[in-house]
C-alpha cells in the first residue's frame, strides 16, 4: 500500500534548557526525506503550563512521532493474524477487527 504521508521513521526534535523551559521550537520531522530531512509537524508546546500538561504535550509528540512506525507494525500484526487464520468471528475480543478498523480509518482521504 502506498502512503500519502511522509515516509517514517519520524523523530521529534526537542531541546530544553537546564531550567526545563524549550531551547527553540520543538517540531517532528523525516530524516530520510529526499533532502534527507522533511518537516512533518510542529505540535503545540505551552511552555507555561503545569509540569503535568507539558509532560502531556510532549508524550503526544512522541506518539505522533512514532505513527508512522505504529502503522506498520500494525498492519505486520494483521497481515500474520490473517496469514494464521485468525476468526474474526469468534467469541473471543474482537481485536483484529479493531485493528483492521483502524488501518482502514488510516487509509481514509
Request: glycine share 4%.
Amino acid at each position: 500500500m502506498t502512503t500519502k504521508h511522509t515516509p517514517g521513521p519520524w523523530k521529534l526534535k526537542l531541546a530544553r534548557f537546564p531550567n526545563g523551559k524549550l531551547a527553540g521550537v520543538p517540531y517532528v520531522f523525516a530524516p530520510n526525506g529526499p533532502d534527507t530531512y522533511r518537516h512533518v509537524c510542529q505540535p503545540f508546546f505551552d511552555d507555561a503550563a503545569s509540569p503535568e500538561i507539558r509532560a502531556q504535550q510532549e508524550a503526544n509528540a512522541r506518539l505522533i512521532a512514532a505513527a508512522p512506525e505504529l502503522i506498520e507494525a500494525l498492519r505486520a500484526v494483521v497481515n500474520s493474524a490473517v496469514r494464521h487464520r485468525w476468526k474474526t468471528n469468534s467469541d473471543e475480543p474482537d481485536t483484529l477487527n479493531a485493528a483492521m478498523d483502524t488501518l482502514a480509518k488510516y487509509s481514509k482521504p
